[in-house]
């Protein structure tokens, strides 16, 4: 025991940085792909590997300002002024056609209801760049242009730092030569109480519609437009920025997938709420500090809910009551409701950390204003400022578990998983518990992994395969080539290199069932037909942790499709893969396997998508099962299944 006398050693921030940073890794040594034998499966390439090379964020020139100052509903048009109703933020700075049209996105305001075109916002117009941008009016068109492009551009820098790369569409339409890949948002681009994300048309359509029955500042028989629901269009940007990491994510091979979509929507949504100061600083005073009760913060798209019978608002990710969770996973809840629980307990984990940093500044504030009824306005700043900079790191948390999430078919335990894997690689010191705090969170509402020996952190961290794989030389970052930038290749000639060099890896003779692949003559397979293995995606990541600590790693996606049939006879896709994790040595630190083999996985995916629940999401054409057109509309559409239905799948 540690003599408390002794003075306790402090950790200058350079130290923690150096001291994460150069974590120790024992490896043997590296060997080229020239010396493996041949490959045992051919490969093809998948249709995002590559498609980086079409979208560019702007690079900010020397000459350039270095934000575009923007108005944004902070929330929605009901909140009042004195919540934070209207945010001014700073969107990175880019050039700008009529539209407004930038590197990434495009904002047409045709109005698919009324039948006409406003006039295209020109956000580069001298009085508007004055001005911060346009007033926020609802009934002003071109607020409702500005808004929708600001809110992206926010949601898609996010997710830019969170990953440390740029990062690349989902979708397959191809932009005109010499133009950039950009999606399309349509901020009056549907009839009706919805909005969704369309890869087939790589949009964004918003609806608007008159309401009925209303709750709080609505106008009876009044328009409410989901583009200006700042939740609304982070939710469905949020859908397409997934799209981009995991297009698998949108095949709905289990109830989980889907619950999960939404629920990351609905998370990005949310914690982007903490960046609008006077929003939070609102809500701090009203709920007097305490973030596990029902407040603006927690609660998404208010009016939405509101105007459409929902209640306060669409949903709430506070979930206690007196302490405890009203929602428990059961997988026989519709996917709203099941990501509902998943948003509860990424939210319960958020606030039992913040209440643990947050105690001392409370203790302290309470013994010298035993009398006050109010909050000290210094402590309003102070639980502020602390909620802000949590609520960043958590979001960041969330997107950077994407890349330690499997390929296809992922679970909520999974996302479990992947979580305390990707914040113990970036961040070993956790002096606040705050992975513990995730998986009490889980274990709480009952959501719990597979192939776990206990609920420790060190048995939920994913691991390498079993198989010794040297470190591959090629896919060392000393061999890579970038584009200045270990986030960005150099060109697509480079990205299709490494994974010509991964090919070989994921085809040896000896390794290729480590990733989940198989070759197509194995027992297991039943005699179902299997295609090359794709190679969906290879990407380098740059990542800085709250210690100042970088991380670099490698993250490849490789899938293989299995056609497997129902009791009746009708063929379906089944997908195995893995997502492999590569150190910058070029050593495979992990895999995140499904294997195209696995029996039980493969009965629980028949069951799924002839029940109920599942069937409305596939359809069946050209002698196959397929996902629905549009599955995120039907996905929003959705009402909870009625158990007398009888699954046709057709």
């Not at 495009?106 to 916002?121: H, I």
């Not at 195209?596 to 099962?625: C, M, Y």
Request: proline share 7%; net charge negative; with cysteine.
């Amino acid at each position: 025991m540690a003599d408390p006398k002794e003075p306790r050693a402090s950790t200058p921030d350079a130290s923690a940085a150096m001291a994460m940073s150069d974590e120790p890794r024992e490896h043997e040594g590296a060997v080229s792909v020239a010396t493996l034998p041949p490959a045992a499966l051919s490969w093809q390439p998948g249709k995002n590997l590559t498609r980086w090379d079409s979208v560019r964020p702007y690079r900010r020139r020397k000459q350039d300002p270095l934000y575009r100052p923007l108005r944004i509903y902070a929330l929605d048009p009901t909140t009042s002024k004195l919540d934070g109703a209207v945010a001014i933020v700073n969107v990175p700075w880019e050039p700008l056609r009529r539209g407004p049209v930038g590197r990434l996105f495009e904002v047409r305001a045709e109005d698919s209801v009324a039948q006409t075109a406003y006039e295209s916002v020109d956000l580069d117009e001298h009085a508007v760049l004055l001005r911060s941008g346009h007033e926020a009016s609802p009934t002003n068109p071109l607020f409702h242009q500005q808004m929708v492009y600001a809110v992206a551009s926010l949601v898609y820098n996010t997710f830019r730092t969170a990953l440390g790369r740029d990062l690349s569409w989902g979708f397959q339409r191809r932009a005109k030569d010499g133009e950039y890949e950009r999606l399309i948002l349509r901020p009056f681009g549907h009839d009706g109480s919805n909005a969704f994300y369309d890869p087939a048309d790589g949009d964004v359509k918003f609806g608007y519609f008159t309401s009925q029955k209303v709750e709080g500042r609505n106008l009876p028989g009044g328009y409410t437009f989901t583009a200006l629901s700042h939740d609304i269009v982070a939710h469905e940007l949020s859908h397409a920025m997934l799209d981009g990491l995991r297009s698998r994510f949108l095949v709905p091979s289990n109830r989980d997938v889907l619950a999960f979509h939404e629920a990351f929507a609905d998370l990005v949504a949310l914690f982007q709420h903490f960046s609008y100061k006077e929003v939070v600083r609102s809500a701090i005073r009203k709920s007097h500090g305490k973030l596990s009760e029902r407040t603006a913060l927690s609660d998404l798209a208010a009016q939405f809910g509101q105007t459409t019978g929902a209640g306060p608002s669409l949903r709430t990710a506070a979930d206690f009551t007196h302490g405890v969770p009203t929602r428990k996973y059961r997988d026989d809840l519709e996917a709203h409701k099941l990501g509902e629980v998943l948003i509860g307990a990424v939210f319960h984990a958020f606030t039992t950390v913040y209440d643990r940093k947050v105690a001392r500044y409370v203790s302290l504030a309470s013994s010298r204003n035993k009398a006050a009824s109010e909050m000290p306005s210094e402590l309003q700043e102070i639980l502020s400022h602390e909620a802000a900079q949590l609520a960043s790191q958590f979001l960041s948390i969330c997107i950077r578990a994407v890349d330690y999430c499997p390929p296809i078919d992922i679970t909520f335990g999974e996302f479990l998983r992947a979580v305390i894997t990707a914040d113990t690689e970036l961040v070993a010191d956790d002096p606040w518990a705050y992975r513990e705090a995730w998986i009490d969170a889980f274990r709480e509402r009952e959501i719990f992994p597979s192939d776990v020996p206990t609920l420790s952190e060190d048995a939920l961290l994913w691991r390498g395969p079993r198989v010794k794989i040297p470190p591959i030389e090629e896919l060392s970052f000393a061999n890579l080539h970038f584009n200045g930038d270990p986030g960005q290749p150099m060109n697509a000639a480079e990205v299709e290199a490494q994974a010509a060099a991964l090919a070989r890896v994921i085809g040896h003779p000896d390794w290729f069932s480590a990733f989940g692949l198989a070759r197509g003559d194995e027992e297991e397979l039943e005699g179902d037909p299997v295609e090359p293995p794709k190679i969906e995606s290879i990407r380098s990541s740059r990542r800085i942790g709250p210690d100042e600590q970088i991380l670099f790693d490698l993250v490849a996606e490789v899938t293989q499709k299995r056609t497997a049939k129902l009791k009746d006879g009708r063929r379906f896709p089944f997908y195995g893969g893995a997502t492999i994790v590569f150190g910058p040595d070029g050593e495979v630190r992990y895999t995140v396997v499904k294997k195209v083999t696995h029996r039980e996985r493969l009965e629980k995916q028949r069951d799924f998508i002839t029940s109920p629940a599942g069937a409305q999401f596939w359809s069946f054409a050209n002698g196959e099962l397929a996902p629905v057109a549009r599955l995120l509309l039907q996905l929003h559409s959705s009402p909870e299944p009625n158990r007398s239905q009888i699954a046709t799948g057709s």
